[in-house]
């Protein structure tokens, strides 16, 4: 591990300005994904802003009856809330389908918006990859891909995002809140919140240097049936080949988002209005202009059968 500086942050405009202060500077909360990252020197911040001190730990009831989730919220905490629970079911089980109890302890909602991609390329620092050093090369393109993008990639990566929360945040149309250095805030779409690769696949997100992310909010509940669904190759502590999050109505309509299958959370608005007519029809509006490998080809197929399995589930 390279050496580092360190500074304990006492509110969001300490922190933000201490962050665009100083080159090459990382905010760190539970550390779940940063500090891995750190071990293998794939990430080597210079210096190091704990935010834990942020008071950004609480979920409120929001004014327009939806539910403001402060950015330290952990995991486990998110997914308990009575609220979240009963009004936001595909969040809470989406949250229990990602890692282990231990770290959902430790990690919080800001941290796993932001955790990056589980590409094995991007993991061997002894292979070329754009996003972890730009311009070297892709060495899943023409490798072996099994796992990663069947949309949204470019001729620069394939990578996938690995989260579970956003998908569900995604399907909820949330939004992402932050304060800059100048102390200014800004409501941010989740669905604007993730960036696709381009030519430029080493910038995950729109946020900009130094600003922090503050809280995420959710619109009022939708009602309907709740179901996240994550197929992956063994039963726990894994990341998803394919997931569906989907709330659908006693008559058939809803909305579905998926994961595993792009650089971000993929949702395609109009191929909700396809959910009657059932799970091929809205999977060709979702994945219409798909790219997959020879050897992730099938995740076209599993898309569909598991939205099948999701809107059979909700049928009861």
């Known amino acids: 591990m390279k050496p580092f500086t360190y500074q304990r942050a006492k509110t969001p405009a300490e922190a933000a300005t201490a962050a665009a202060r100083t080159p090459n500077a990382k905010f760190i909360a539970g550390g779940t994904n940063l500090l891995d990252l750190m071990k293998l020197q794939i990430e080597a911040p210079a210096h190091l802003i704990d935010v834990n001190a942020l008071k950004l730990d609480k979920i409120e009831d929001s004014n327009d009856g939806g539910l403001r989730i402060g950015a330290l919220v952990t995991n486990t905490n998110l997914a308990a809330d009575a609220r979240v629970r009963r009004d936001y079911g595909v969040l809470s089980r989406a949250i229990v389908a990602g890692a282990s109890g231990q770290l959902r302890n430790k990690a919080t909602t ?83 919140f993730h960036r696709l690769p381009g030519n430029t696949p080493h910038i995950d997100t729109v946020l900009q240097r130094g600003e922090l992310i503050t809280a995420v909010t959710l619109p009022k509940p939708l009602g309907g049936t709740h179901i996240y669904r994550k197929v992956r190759d063994r039963a726990s502590y894994a990341f998803a080949l394919v997931s569906v999050a989907a709330v659908v109505q006693p008559d058939g309509t809803g909305r579905v988002a998926v994961g595993g299958i792009a650089p971000k959370p993929w949702r395609v608005e109009a191929a909700d209005a396809d959910l009657p007519r059932g799970a091929k029809a809205v999977t060709a509006k979702l994945l219409a202009g798909a790219r997959p490998t020879e050897d992730n080809a099938f995740k076209v197929t599993l898309v569909e059968r598991t939205l099948g399995a999701v809107l059979a589930e909700a049928k009861g």
């Open 110 to 192: 800001a941290g796993n918006l932001l955790q990056r991609t589980r590409c094995p390329y991007f993991y061997d620092t002894n292979q070329p990859c754009n996003k972890r050093q730009p311009g070297t090369g892709c060495s899943a393109i023409g490798g072996y891909s099994r796992q990663l993008a069947v949309i949204g990639t470019s001729d620069a990566c394939i990578a996938t995002y690995p989260g579970d929360m956003a998908v569900a945040l995604r399907l909820l149309d949330a939004t992402v809140q932050t304060v800059n250095p100048e102390g200014v805030a800004r409501t941010i779409p989740i669905a604007d």
